[in-house]
C-alpha cells in the first residue's frame, strides 16, 4: 500500500511564502504524475498544480506565477513552494500521486495540511 506523507502547512501572513513537502513510502514504483490539490469548506476539492514524470508542469490559473511545483524522482517526493500568499489560499492541501499498473490508473492522496493565510 502507497502512503503518502506530506509537511510544510502551517499559517502565514498575506504576501508571505510557505513550502509543502510529500514523500511516497516506497520508491518500488514510478508515479506518472505527482502534485497537489486542496479543498476550502464549503468547495469542491480543486487541482492546484502537478507535474509529470517528466517535469512538466501544470498550474490553476488561480495560482499561476506565484506556486511553484517540483519533482525528485529519485526520492518519489513532490514539492509546492508557495509565494505572494492570499487568505483565498487557505485550504487543507492535499498531495496526490497516480500510477498506471496493468492498464489502470490508480490514484493516491494524502492525509492533507493545513494552510491558512490571515489578511
Do not use: H
Not at 23 to 45: K, L
Not at 85 to 108: F, H, M
Amino acid at each position: 500500500q502507497v502512503q503518502l506523507v506530506e509537511s510544510g502547512g502551517g499559517f502565514v501572513q498575506a504576501g508571505g511564502s510557505l513550502r509543502l513537502s510529500c514523500a511516497a513510502s516506497t520508491s518500488s514504483f514510478s508515479f506518472n504524475d505527482m502534485g497537489w490539490y486542496r479543498q476550502a469548506p464549503g468547495n469542491q476539492r480543486e487541482l492546484v498544480a502537478t507535474v509529470n514524470s517528466g517535469g512538466s508542469p501544470n498550474y490553476a490559473d488561480s495560482v499561476k506565477g506565484r506556486f511553484a511545483v517540483s519533482r525528485d524522482n529519485a526520492k518519489n517526493a513532490v514539492y509546492l513552494q508557495m509565494n505572494s500568499l492570499k487568505p483565498e489560499d487557505t485550504a487543507v492541501y492535499y498531495c496526490t500521486a497516480k500510477l498506471t499498473r496493468s492498464g489502470l490508473a490508480i490514484r493516491y492522496w494524502g492525509q492533507g495540511t493545513q494552510v491558512t493565510v490571515s489578511s
